[in-house]
C-alpha cells in the first residue's frame, strides 16, 4: 500500500529507539540502584563505626571526667582550649565548631564522631592511644542521659553573673522617706541613702572659698588665685558654680592633672633609666598627645586603640601613629656587657604587664 511505503525501515529505526530507550532505563535503574546502595552502605557503615551507647547509668566524675582528663583535657582542658573548646565546664562546650555536647542526642555531638574517627582529617584525640568502643559507650550514654555536671561546675557562670560584667542599666533614683532640701540632684539622693544607712547626716554647704578651692585641685591640681577666688565669691549668678566648673574643664591644666594618672601607669619617663639613663628628647611628643587627648574629651575606646594600634588604622593619620609610643615607654639598657636578648623579653614582659593592667 502506496501509505506504507517506508514502513519496514520506519519499523527498523522505531526498533533500534526502542532497544536504546530500554538500555537506557536500565543503565539509569543500575546506576541508580547502585548509588542508592552505596549511600546506604556508607549509611550503615557510619551506623556501625559509631558504638552502641552502655546500657546502664553514667556519672560524670565516675565514668566521663576520668576518661575526659586522660585523653581530652591537655588540648580542650582548663589550660588549653584548641578550637575554642573546654570539656571540663558546662558552659564551654561550645567550640569554633558548635556545640562538642548536644544533651540528649549523641549521635548529633560532635566529641562522639570526632572521637569514633567520623573525620579522618579531625580525629581525637589527634595522637596516642584512641577511645575503646567500651569508652566512646560512656561518652555516649552520658550525653543520651542528658550530659549532667556536677553540682557547682559552672562556678564560672556565676563568675559572669557579678555586677561589673553585666550590660549597663537605669538605676532608679532613691527617694527619701522625708523629702531633705540638701538633695540638689539624682547624685545627691544616693549619696543620702548611703549616709543614712550608716547613721550619717551630710556635711553643711561648703562657703565660696572652699569651693573653689576644693574644685580647682581636684580638676587642675592647683590651687586657685587670689584673683580667682575673689571673682568667684563675688559672682552673684544662679549659675555662678557651673561656670566655674566649666570654666576648670576648659583649662589646659585639666589633662595636664589627669593625664598624669595614665602616664605613670604607661611608665612614662623622660630618660632611659639604669645607669646611663640617657634622656630621650621626644619622649615628651607621645606625653603630649595624652594631654591633648584628655583635654579634647576624646572617647576611652578610641583612646586605647590608637595607642594600641593606631599605625594601623586605615588612613592613620601622624597623631594616629604617634599615639603607639604607648609601646615605647619602657626602659632602655644602654651599658656595657647587657645580654640583648634577655633585655628584649624583660621589655616584651613590661609592656604586656603595662597593656594587662
Keep these: 500500500m502506496p501509505g506504507f511505503k517506508h514502513c519496514g525501515r520506519l519499523s527498523k529505526v522505531t526498533s533500534w529507539l526502542v532497544a536504546a530507550s530500554l538500555l537506557t532505563g536500565i543503565a539509569l535503574s543500575w546506576n541508580a540502584g547502585t548509588l542508592l546502595s552505596a549511600a546506604e552502605q556508607t549509611e550503615g557503615k557510619q551506623a556501625k563505626e559509631l558504638p552502641a551507647a552502655v546500657d546502664r547509668q553514667v556519672d560524670y566524675v565516675r565514668d566521663v571526667q576520668p576518661l575526659l582528663a586522660a585523653r581530652c583535657f591537655s588540648c580542650h582542658g582548663p589550660d588549653e582550649q584548641e578550637a575554642g573548646l573546654r570539656l571540663d565546664r558546662k558552659f ?96 545627691d539622693a544616693f549619696v543620702l541613702r548611703q549616709l543614712r544607712e550608716k547613721q550619717m547626716t551630710p556635711s553643711p554647704p561648703a562657703d565660696r572659698t572652699t569651693l573653689i578651692r576644693r574644685l580647682s585641685l581636684d580638676l587642675l591640681g592647683l590651687p586657685p588665685t587670689p584673683a580667682e577666688v575673689d571673682a568667684f565669691v563675688g559672682d552673684t549668678r544662679p549659675d555662678a558654680l557651673p561656670r566655674l566648673v566649666d570654666r576648670l574643664l576648659d583649662s589646659g591644666h585639666f589633662g595636664e592633672r589627669w593625664g598624669r594618672h595614665w602616664l605613670d601607669m604607661a611608665r612614662y619617663a623622660d ?87
Design 92 to 187: 564551654a562546650i561550645k567550640g569554633d565548631s558548635g556545640f562538642a555536647v548536644v544533651p540528649g542526642k549523641s549521635e548529633q555531638s560532635l566529641v562522639v564522631q570526632l572521637t569514633a574517627g567520623h573525620d579522618p582529617e579531625r580525629l581525637m584525640p589527634p595522637e596516642g592511644k584512641r577511645l575503646t568502643a567500651e569508652e566512646i559507650g560512656l561518652l555516649r550514654a552520658w550525653i543520651d542521659q542528658g550530659a549532667q555536671f556536677p553540682a557547682g561546675n559552672d562556678q564560672d557562670d556565676e563568675y559572669l553573673s557579678l555586677w561589673s560584667l553585666q550590660p549597663l542599666a537605669e538605676a532608679a533614683v532613691p527617694t527619701p522617706d522625708d523629702p531633705d532640701s540638701w538633695i540638689q540632684n539624682p547624685i
Design 271 to 357: 630618660s632611659d633609666g639604669y645607669e646611663k639613663d640617657r634622656p630621650r628628647p621626644n619622649a615628651w611628643r607621645w606625653r603630649n598627645w595624652v594631654i591633648d587627648a584628655i583635654n579634647h574629651d576624646m572617647p576611652f575606646d578610641q583612646f586605647t586603640i590608637e595607642q594600641l594600634a593606631g599605625d594601623l588604622l586605615p588612613d592613620a593619620t601622624p597623631d594616629q601613629i604617634l599615639a603607639t609610643a604607648f609601646h615605647r615607654q619602657t626602659l632602655t639598657n644602654t651599658e656595657g656587657g647587657t645580654d640583648k636578648e634577655q633585655f628584649r623579653v624583660e621589655a616584651i614582659f613590661d609592656r604586656v604587664a603595662t597593656t594587662g593592667a
